[in-house]
C-alpha cells in the first residue's frame, strides 16, 4: 500500500506502528527527506537518518563561519581577549585542542548575539526533518547539549527514562566542571 505526503501535518499519525508496512511517497520535493525517513522502517536507523539530515539542514543554513574563527579564537574571545580558544563559550568539558569532536543539534541552535550579527537565528521548528520525531525526542534534542552524536542518538532511541537519569548526571559533573575551571573564565 502506498500513501502521498504532500505536507508535514499528520506526520504523527505516520509514526504509529500500523503504517509500519506502508510505503510513502511524495510529490513535493521538499517533503523528500521527511518521505525517506517514514520509509526507514528501523527504527534506530530512522532516529539517525533524521539526525544526519537535521545536521545538513544546520551546517547548510549557517554556511558561513559565524563565529569568525581565527588562531583558534571566535570574535568575542578576540575582542575581550580571553585565554579560552577553539570556540566554546560556555567550558564544554569535551571539546579539545582542535576543537569540538561533537556534531550536536543543540549546541548547533546556540549562537550568541555577536557572532549571529544580521543572521536569523534558526528555531527547532524551522528544521521540517524534526517533525519526524515525538514531541519527547525534541525536547531531548534541545537538552542534549554537550554530547556527542552517539549520546544524542542512544538518547533518542530510549527514549526519556534513559535520557533524562544521564542528562541530570551530565548537568551535575558539567557543574562541577565548571566551578574547578572557574578561574579560567
Not at 525517506?36 to 558561513?64: G, P
Not at 524534526?130 to 530510549?158: A, G, H, M, P, W
Amino acid at each position: 500500500m502506498k500513501i502521498i505526503i504532500n505536507n508535514t501535518k499528520l506526520l504523527f499519525l505516520y509514526r504509529i506502528c500500523l503504517f509500519r508496512f506502508v510505503h510513502f511517497n511524495t510529490s513535493n520535493s521538499e517533503m523528500d527527506s521527511i518521505v525517506k525517513a517514514l520509509n526507514i522502517k528501523n527504527r534506530k536507523k530512522r532516529i539517525t537518518y533524521i539526525f544526519d539530515e537535521a545536521i545538513n539542514v544546520l551546517n547548510t543554513y549557517y554556511s558561513e563561519d559565524l563565529c569568525q574563527f581565527k588562531k583558534g579564537k571566535c570574535i568575542v574571545q578576540r575582542e575581550q581577549n580571553l585565554d579560552r580558544v577553539n570556540g566554546c563559550c560556555r567550558l564544554c568539558p569535551i571539546v579539545t585542542d582542535k576543537g569540538c569532536p561533537s556534531v550536536n543539534i543543540a549546541c548547533k541552535l546556540i549562537y550568541c548575539k555577536r557572532a549571529l550579527g544580521n543572521v536569523k537565528l534558526l528555531k527547532l521548528n524551522d528544521i521540517k526533518i524534526l517533525k519526524c520525531l515525538s514531541i519527547i525526542q525534541r525536547l531531548i534534542i534541545l537538552s542534549d547539549t554537550f554530547n556527542t552524536r552517539e549520546e544524542v542518538i542512544k538518547d533518542l532511541y530510549y527514549g526519556p527514562l534513559y535520557a533524562i537519569p544521564r542528562g541530570l548526571f551530565k548537568e551535575i559533573k558539567h557543574f562541577i566542571y565548571r566551578i574547578k575551571n572557574k578561574n579560567k573564565l
